[in-house]
Nanobody, 126 residues
Framework: QRRFVESGGGLVQSGGSLRLSCPLS????????ISWFRQAPGKEREGVSC????????YYTDSVKGRFTMTRDNANGMGYLQMNDLKPEDTAVYYC???????????????????WGKGTQVTVSS
């Protein structure tokens, strides 16, 4: 089973920035969509963003639009989530996930993603 560990989380003040990284070197990323999810204490998992395998289309949940930017580097097996203007409500464990397939159909549910990272904690203080 291929496992990976996200990095880049931490404690930041409101308005600050963090960049999360997702190492996916065990995958042929040209064939895999990548997504980011988060789960806050006592809340259900939430889809944050999804990018198609070629990077041509990116989807974001409404609450992060204009603040978060997802990128990927297929050649080097990496996915990234740049988070700017962070708010206390962004506090959560962030997970990277990937699945075989080009598109992000029904991505926000997360149920179709086969491979998940272990998560990285993001804490935003007010």
């Amino acid at each position: 089973q291929r496992r990976f560990v996200e990095s880049g989380g931490g404690l930041v003040q409101s308005g600050g920035s963090l960049r999360l990284s997702c190492p996916l070197s065990g995958f042929t990323l040209d064939n895999y969509a990548i997504s980011w999810f988060r789960q806050a204490p006592g809340k259900e998992r939430e889809g944050v963003s999804c990018m198609t395998s070629g990077g041509g289309i990116t989807y974001y949940t409404d609450s992060v639009k204009g603040r978060f930017t997802m990128t990927r580097d297929n050649a080097n097996g990496m996915g990234y989530l740049q988070m700017n203007d962070l708010k206390p409500e962004d506090t959560a464990v962030y997970y990277c996930a990937t699945r075989f397939g080009m598109y992000c159909v029904d991505w926000s549910r997360g149920s179709d993603f086969s491979y998940w990272g272990k998560g990285t904690q993001v804490t935003v203080s007010s």
